[in-house]
């Protein structure tokens, strides 16, 4: 096989089809299903076993209508906020996803770096390929820190540190991860830390001759904030053993959000609340805003779709929080009707991964381009110029998820 025939025509087509002839967020995930091999676009796109929520994360977005109201002024259309105090450009945020190296040989670093320059949040990921001081290092704009209820509270102490040092505006902190959740896809390729590619996906990557040498750019690609910690880098582990025996912690109660929060002065947003009775909990213990978020599917199959549990979570907890969304979020209509139903912002995984593997940086721009041009668009049809602007009767939903 001609290896540099292949490289050449990888090259080829990624200019023929780049990040900027994408027109929605559904052309650049085409597009990264070109340029990934299947073992790492199944790391992406997967859910946990059936993925029964990661289609209904989606498809409950479909079943809510929008109610337009025509001849008012919106010549001028503003998609800016305030997300904790914090003015950003956009209310769509980049969420904690880690090994995003897996992407791009950039991987976190041009993330940080489209998010700066699109005046966007950027949410660095304990698991991240590159160290929460090198994304730092590079972001020009808002940066939080994301981070799990570690077993060992030095360590976790230590990250907070960590966080703290570089500038993080805020922590986020996931609590649906007590154990992992089995992602099918991951445990049939094989996937693990570092990546490997057995006989089952050697043709299949050999075709994206790129991929592989950014792949092989620079140290392994592994968990870089937690190596000194756990004393390894993860060898040998599959990528579920790996996650379960290092980032996941069984025992975790609410008494260990109520530490963290005596560490950290600064904003903490819980994520990965589905239900009114833990939105509540996580106020008491004294964060600042929630992500209502079900980890995008990859977690407990069968979960509720997020945006409808959205308007029950707003009326409990609304008042005295900010609140957040994140699953199934991959058009600007679809932020304009969770910001109607109260949330503050939208979170965004997947899409912008789409992005990274299309085309680095410019790549994540361009999924950034496309919600907020959709949102400005989708502005102006319902007749409100302004977030602000938007309020429940801009919206239909189903019967059963509105809160009298």
């Known amino acids: 096989m001609d290896l540099k025939r292949l490289f050449v025509l990888d090259v080829k087509r990624s200019f023929a089809r780049g990040p900027s002839s994408a027109y929605t967020i559904d052309d650049l995930r085409v597009q990264a299903a070109r340029r990934l091999p299947r073992i790492i676009y199944d790391f992406v796109e997967g859910g946990a076993e059936d993925e029964v929520t990661v289609r209904r ?67 660095a990921a304990t698991a991240s390929s590159y160290t929460i001081e090198q994304i730092a290092a590079v972001s020009g704009g808002p940066l939080w820190f994301q981070l799990y209820l570690w077993s060992s509270r030095e360590v976790l102490a230590g990250l907070v540190e960590r966080a703290r040092a570089a500038g993080c505006l805020a922590l986020c902190l996931t609590i649906d991860v007590p154990v992992l959740g089995r992602r099918e896809r991951d445990l049939r390729n094989g996937m693990s830390v570092p990546p490997r590619v057995g006989l089952r996906n050697a043709l299949n990557a050999v075709r994206r001759p790129r991929w592989l040498y950014g792949i092989a ?21 599959s990528l579920m053993e790996y996650m379960d025996t290092r980032l996941t912690n069984p025992a975790a109660t609410w008494e260990e959000l109520a530490w963290l929060r005596s560490l950290w002065d600064g904003p903490l947003v819980v994520k990965g609340i589905t239900s009114v009775a833990d939105a509540r909990r996580a106020v008491e213990a004294g964060s600042d805003g929630i992500v209502v ?65 299309a085309g680095g940086e410019l790549g994540v721009r361009r999924c950034l381009e496309i919600y907020n041009a959709e949102l400005e668009r989708a502005l102006a049809l319902v007749g409100r110029p302004t977030l602000g602007d938007l309020s429940p009767d801009v919206v239909r939903m189903p019967a059963g998820w509105a809160v009298e």
Not at 321 to 341: N, P, Q, S, W
């Open 217 to 237: 750019q620079g140290d392994d690609l592994t968990y870089v904030n937690l190596r000194d910690a756990l004393g390894t880098d993860g060898h040998g582990l």
């Open 293 to 357: 978020s079900n980890h995008g599917g990859r977690q407990l199959d069968g979960a509720p779709a997020t945006i409808e549990r959205l308007p029950q979570i707003v009326a409990a907890v609304g008042d005295r929080v900010e609140v957040f969304l994140d699953g199934g979020v991959r058009r600007g209509t679809d932020v304009l009707k969770a910001i109607a139903m109260g949330a503050r912002a939208c979170l965004v995984g997947r899409p912008y991964w789409y992005g990274l593997a």
């Open 57 to 123: 994360n989606r498809a409950a977005f479909g079943e809510i209508g929008l109610e337009p109201e025509y001849l008012r002024d919106v010549a001028r259309r503003d998609v800016s906020t305030t997300i904790l105090g914090t003015e950003v450009a956009s209310p769509v945020v980049l969420g904690p996803t880690g090994l995003q190296r897996l992407a791009h040989v950039d991987g976190e670093l041009a993330v940080a770096r489209a998010a700066g320059a699109m005046g966007s949040i950027y949410v």
